[in-house]
């Protein structure tokens, strides 16, 4: 058993039966009391985000969990399949593992898979993906009174927000986390 002072962001624990993901945590030390941890979580199966104080010092349940950079193959009804680049194992995850990203995901992309005891329990997609640009209008030349953007449809599908001067056939850098434009690629 480790204690609170062990927690990190990225760490996973069980807490309250469930296996939870530490987005990030706060040491308070109140003039009143003693002090404490305050602890975002998500939960790794369910994807619900929770907030739990822990006392300075309260043991916590460390869980051991692999991570494997995996190559995404293609989709088969709501799975993905999976590819171990090392071993060429393949494992199918559920395509709400790796959440609203799956948008910007493109086959043969390389995605962390996250193991417990052998079972694939989370995904995670890069932070950024480049993309081409598939589809964007003409922008106006002269508008560029207050930085405007305009939609552009990528080869996944996803349609995102970009500058008026990025054209179609491009390929830019995209957040994945949130969908935003960051830059043209080189």
Known sequence: MASTSDLSRGLFIRHQGQLCR????????PGKGGAF?????????TGKSSETRFRSGESIDVVRVDEKEMQYLYKEGTNLIMMDTETFEQVQIPQDMVGDA?????????????FDDGNPIMADAPNHVILEITYSEPGIKGDTANNPLKPATLETGAVVQVPLFVQQGEMIKVDARTGEYVERAK
């Open 22 to 29: 530490v987005v990030e945590y706060k040491h308070t030390m």
């Open 37 to 45: 941890y305050q602890v975002k979580m998500k939960n790794a199966i």
């Open 102 to 114: 799956m948008q910007f995901i493109k086959e043969e992309m390389m995605l962390s898979v996250y």
